[in-house]
């Protein structure tokens, strides 16, 4: 089990003599985020991850990870390093570089710091042995840091300069299998959206320096999004008012169905999805030998999920001006247990209830899942508080009422700051219906998932 | 379950017309893994992890982990950018630092590409409010790529100038409560070594680059080391000849016990702890807060494992120079099964015993731990042969002797080539035996753990 009184958190106490730089632009959550101690600014828009928030990016990774290998996904490591040499091939050092981290090793050979990897995963299967049409479709994903040396870093972990990414890369034998792809991982995308329980719109987007024929935009509604949205009520069209250049020469009615149902939102990019055909696969000659044996450029695609980027716009949307929020799957810790304060007339009794309540507790959602807040030191009413700004789906208090001869009760607060006066076994069904919840948005995803896969097995053949 | 027609494995066929680079050392294993499609050799000391080597690269990072949050670890995340200035603050860039790959960002300020990370975690430590000693100790650990502009890369993963690694970082209150740290984290090291199933040694090491009082570092020993260790049977001394200069200036008695019993031995270092006791939190001013309130300097130790090192040196002990060897607990499966060849008389009835046998196996093992190889176009034989060299521990092959309508035979063939034809009953218990080693294997450390931290919390008066 997890103990406040051991974790490491430091939250922010601006020191007296500090010199507030004010060039960093914090939104909301990134400023209750560096407050509580759970994300430290590093220099120059980088971040250091602390232990509360490294919990939600393993559950990040995790459910990510689901659903990529539920695609089809299988997973690789590319270096950080990729050779220049390669993204010259492509004509992608041609025009503005100065995102790009360059760095040379001592032989005075140039390398990228990634910011993605088409070129290094496309040479890659170029040096691979010839692939044959029946070892197709490949879908190959990756978890790990990328890097842009963004002009203007802002708003914390939603644009740092180095960020932690799931790209996935695929390889077809033709475009319409290409685009059988494109389907099978963007449905993994939604469903991934969708287990998040937050809103969000797929919209048509430019493809911009990727190149390839289509792309699509994965963004959570917000008004704090930085993106203009067009969504018409008339047909299924939307679109990121960036394909028309720019906000300005967006249309009034919809280029799909011509309606004047045509509204504005606000988005924050979570995805970006790119049908490639062989933009990456002929400069660098990845073929495959098709069925009569002859080489032929692979048809690809590349599907990105900015792991920290998710995070960092979940809490922006969800989150109040003094307190985090957090979609269910991605909370640090399902329940947090507040025992009484040291020195209480309570004390002895109100610890043995918290005792077999923790044991209970630990049954239910599992001990990783719980923290105990025993810092009996400080006040129930300081710990409270601490808990509400963290943001805890359920927060369980052992206090004075708990210890009653007659009907105790446990306070229940939940993230949204309700708060209930319970009996034991009624906080112990809704932890119970909480995990249940939870295991439900898990499941839903993998009984469509084998259904799919089930498709996808009779149309490629692999029925076994 | 795993499918062998899906896997992405591109097993290496050199190109008729390809010039072969003899620059690259490559070892016996590195070979096979190259050879096999596991690893590929990306540009100059870097290398790409394939997915059958990356399910390993994740046992592995699991199997640390559980160790090092039994040894009280927390897990965060620091950039791999690290501001060359803070390496300034320690003199670490005073002397040789040709093996470090220095960047420029836009604003043309200077960073490390991290190969560790003592000054960053450091800075922010000093950053954050300060810390009071009832925090203390605290051990804070990630997981990550580190780089290393090595002169002479070889040996594939072994020695790579991009590589994944465990850097645990602790701090404490005085020089004898980090002693207490520190053999609490190196006794997490020997188990995590033990749990591997390896000879392995602790030797005194010089502290070289990262200075400090103590350090130790861990071999795997073996004919194929680089180092050359002194081990004395008289008394528990060990050492690395490096220590002494050069080898040639090593002691031919024990330095410890001056016995002449001390012989030579050759090891693969796969991991490296040091005390640093305030070498970096002096000059870069992270202190907390004694018993009276003043700030002192806290005092660090620093632990690293070398995960692809820790993989690639298992291999190279454990591997023959036809087939890979896997510590059972980072096998990339359990148990592979090979089906009857598509067009054989006995198909369709091996096929409804291999079926059945399949849901079993994932009864017992999961279905995540097997792989079928449903490669029915190819010969029972040549795909022996693959999982024979890829070194499954368990290999189960349902042929024609599966049929036998008296006394039907699986054949079972172990990591060690030895060959059973067994009963289904029979085949099923050994893969019992086998999840239940591997079981025992885990659990072994979470009892010691459990007493450890028992211990642990009563020194820190940490007890609830």
């Known amino acids: 089990m997890n103990k406040a009184s051991r974790l490491f958190w430091p939250t922010l106490v601006t020191p007296k003599n500090a010199v507030v730089k ?24 980088t971040y250091q991850i602390m232990p509360i928030a490294q919990r939600t990016i393993d559950k ?12 089809g996904g299988q997973k690789i490591s590319l ?28 032989s005075g050979k140039q390398f990228l710091m990634s910011p993605t990897h088409e070129e290094a995963v496309t040479a890659m299967l170029a040096s691979a042995a010839p692939i044959s049409y029946r070892q197709l479709p490949q879908r190959l994903y990756q978890i790990g840091p990328k890097f842009r040396d963004e002009l203007k870093s802002r708003f914390g972990l939603m644009r740092a300069k180095e960020f932690l990414m799931k790209d996935m890369y695929s390889f077809d034998v033709s475009l319409d299998a290409a685009r059988q792809t494109y389907a099978t991982v963007t449905a993994a995308y939604e469903r991934f959206f969708r287990q998040l329980e937050l809103p969000f719109v797929r919209v048509e987007a430019a493809s911009g320096i990727m190149g390839g024929s289509q792309s699509h935009e994965y963004h959570f509604i917000s008004p704090v999004g930085e993106d203009t949205l067009l969504q018409c009520s008339n047909c299924s069209y939307a679109g990121n008012t960036e394909v028309f250049g720019n906000e ?24 970006h999805t790119f049908l490639l055909g062989d933009k990456y696969s002929k400069p660098l000659g990845a073929t495959f030998l098709n069925t009569s044996g002859k080489p032929e450029p692979l048809v690809m695609g590349c599907f990105g999920i900015g792991i920290t980027r998710v995070i960092a716009a979940a809490l922006e949307v969800l989150s109040t001006e003094q307190q985090l929020r957090w979609p269910k799957l991605l909370a ?66 052992v206090g004075a009422k708990a210890t009653q001869l007659e009907a105790p009760k446990l306070e229940l607060h939940t993230s949204g700051s309700e708060k209930l006066e319970l009996e034991v076994a009624e906080v112990l069904q809704l932890v119970t219906q909480h995990e249940q919840h939870k295991q439900q948005l898990l499941q839903s995803q993998l009984e469509e998932t084998n259904s799919e896969q089930q498709q996808e097995q009779k149309r490629f053949g692999h029925v076994h």
């Not at 990729?82 to 025009?95: I, M, S």
């Not at 304060?341 to 918290?354: F, T, Y």
Request: with cysteine; charged share 25%.
């Open 248 to 271: 300005a020469d967006a249309p009034s009615t919809c280029p799909s169905c011509q309606s004047a149902q045509l509204s504005r939102v606000r988005g924050v990019e979570v995805a």
């Open 79 to 106: 270096p950080v390093l990729t050779p220049a040499q390669l993204w010259k091939k492509t004509g992608r050092l041609d025009g503005d570089i100065s995102e790009f981290y360059m760095v040379r090793d001592r």
């Open 22 to 45: 004010p060039t960093e632009q914090l939104s909301r959550s990134q400023k209750l985020l560096t407050e509580l101690g759970l994300v430290k600014a590093g220099s120059n828009g």
């Open 60 to 71: 990040c990774i995790q459910l990510v990870q689901r659903n990529m290998q539920a695609a």
């Open 332 to 397: 640090p810790y399902d329940v947090c247990v507040i025992g009484p304060k040291a020195g209480s007339k309570e004390q002895a009794s109100a610890e043995r209830i918290e005792h077999e309540l923790l044991n209970q507790l630990a049954q239910i959602c599992g001990a990783e899942q719980l923290l105990h807040d025993e810092r009996k030191e400080l006040t129930i009413g300081k710990r409270l508080l601490d808990a509400q700004r963290l943001g805890h789906p359920l927060t369980i208090v």
